[in-house]
């Protein structure tokens, strides 16, 4: 049955009280999906309604919920059955939780688990949040390398249950040091008396504790990794990043930069959990700014009131040619925040692409140009079409000069070049394109400055 469905079977079963068809269809549910339905009730419906499932698949199901849910459930649950739960979670997401509660509650949840597992939760919460250590997961398989084929393959079988990933085998010297990589395939298909030194890959990508999370996420990407073993100072393997958390990371980022780009701060547990205050608060700063930075625009025009004057035409193209400047700079802004952000472009690039913008803008330009030029004769005669198509050349290659000039500026200073929006690259384009269009109006029309 699909999940439309099956939640509406559920809620059914939900209204008359029925606990084995509640039960039942739980059962039914993906653990994403009946995450999904989860975050649709009120906690402590939907507590009731995790309970419904045995203790693994709890963990799985708490696991694909948001963290502001994941604490709302949390905060109704007695410690003994939170701790319970957690030590079912995978260890990197057992470490977020944990991180989030406050202290008090942390040192009660640890009083309940197990030795081994304190140690692990208390080890991966320490590492700082946006970093490799932070996103790892210690549920993994590892083999020594003085072992054979059959002695590793019995290794899998005792530690494969509670492993994230198995299809990745990490081999280790005696000093826990990660020496090299086997695939769970390389294992099975050769000899029960093979060396395992013989098999191993010993060409490694590795990541050190402390990467930022965005550079673990780029080299799963770049070398289709299933996972990326992480490493302390001493080369000791302490955990590793999974393919699936690489995603939720690459996904996180690109949101964060998305929200830049609109000059809207990160938004903790996104849109829809966001109040109202919280949606106001991270909008109206950067609204506020664009407004009075709007003032150099205003100041523009007031300083050329003789050109308008003279010839009230020109009105009708300013709209036209500063909203093409500003489009024109938003889409070179776009390609270089993306283009940094992927790796593609660095700051060594910058006199190239300079260069390449430049001639494309121009071709941009004329292209534009030649357009509005039939419109201003029509509009004006001869004079007013030249200084439309020339403003409109102008004023394109500036504004493309500015979005693809301002994240490089940004990033040389340390800012993050998401923070070069499409509307602050518009509202400088826009009080330039009108500074531009009045002054070549001003030249060629033969008026007084």
């Given amino acids: 049955m699909t999940y439309a469905i099956l939640s509406e079977a559920l809620r059914a079963a939900m209204a008359r009280h029925d606990d084995n068809a509640i039960t039942h269809l739980i059962a039914e549910l993906q653990p994403a999906d009946l995450a999904d339905f989860l975050t649709q009730e009120n906690p402590a419906s939907a507590l009731d309604l995790l309970r419904h499932h045995p203790l693994p698949e709890q963990a799985d199901t708490f696991g694909y919920l948001e963290q502001e849910r994941q604490l709302s459930l949390?905060?109704?649950?007695?410690?003994?059955?939170?701790?319970?739960?957690?030590?079912r979670m995978h260890a990197d997401e057992r470490a977020d939780l944990f991180n989030q509660l406050p202290e008090p509650?942390?040192?009660?949840?640890?009083?309940?688990?197990?030795?081994?597992?304190?140690?692990?939760?208390?080890?991966?919460?320490?590492?700082?949040?946006?970093?490799?250590?932070?996103?790892?997961?210690?549920?993994y398989v590892t083999v020594p390398e003085l072992a054979n084929v059959a002695?590793?393959?019995?290794?899998?079988?005792?530690?494969?249950?509670?492993?994230?990933?198995?299809?990745q085998l990490y081999v280790l010297d005696d000093r826990r040091r990660l020496v090299g990589t086997l695939s769970l395939r390389e294992l099975i298909l050769n000899s029960p008396a093979s060396g395992i030194r013989s098999l191993m890959t010993t060409e490694l990508v590795l990541a050190e504790v402390e990467l930022p999370q965005e550079e673990v996420a780029r080299l799963i990407s770049r070398y289709d990794l299933l996972a990326l073993p992480v490493v302390d100072a001493e080369q000791r393997l302490v955990g590793i990043v999974t393919y699936d958390d690489a995603m939720d990371v690459a996904e996180e980022e690109a949101t964060e930069d998305i929200h830049k780009g609109g000059t809207i701060g990160k938004l903790e547990g996104g849109l829809r959990h966001a109040s109202l205050f919280t949606l106001y608060r991270k909008r109206i700063v950067w609204l506020l700014l664009l407004v009075f930075a709007n003032l150099f625009s205003g100041a523009g025009i007031a300083h050329f009131e003789e050109t308008i004057e003279a010839y009230i035409v020109l009105?009708?193209?300013?709209?036209?040619?500063?909203?093409?400047?500003?489009?024109?700079g938003s889409q070179a802004a776009t390609l270089m925040v993306r283009g940094i952000a992927t790796g593609d472009v660095r700051l060594v690039d910058w006199g190239s692409l300079l260069g390449r913008e430049m001639i494309v803008a121009a071709g941009l330009g004329l292209t534009m140009a030649l357009a509005v030029s039939l419109l201003g004769a029509f509009r004006g005669g001869t004079d007013i079409a030249l200084v439309v198509s020339l403003s409109m050349l102008v004023i394109v290659m500036v504004g493309s000069l500015i979005g693809m000039g301002l994240p490089f500026i940004l990033n040389r200073l340390g800012w993050d070049p998401a923070t070069a929006s499409a509307p602050l690259?518009?509202?400088?384009?826009?009080?330039?394109?009108?500074?531009?269009?009045?002054?070549?109006?001003?030249?060629?029309?033969?008026?007084?400055?």
């Fill in 151 to 167: 002695e590793a393959l019995a290794l899998v079988r005792q530690t494969a249950p509670d492993a994230e990933t198995i299809y």
């Fill in 105 to 139: 509650r942390q040192e009660a949840i640890l009083r309940h688990m197990a030795r081994g597992q304190r140690e692990d939760v208390r080890r991966l919460a320490s590492y700082r949040e946006g970093t490799a250590g932070a996103l790892m997961t210690t549920d």
């Fill in 425 to 449: 690259v518009t509202t400088i384009a826009d009080a330039s394109g009108v500074l531009i269009y009045f002054s070549i109006a001003t030249s060629i029309l033969g008026l007084p400055a």
């Fill in 315 to 328: 009105v009708f193209f300013l709209p036209l040619l500063i909203d093409s400047g500003g489009n024109a």
């Fill in 74 to 87: 949390a905060r109704l649950m007695p410690e003994r059955e939170l701790a319970a739960l957690m030590a």
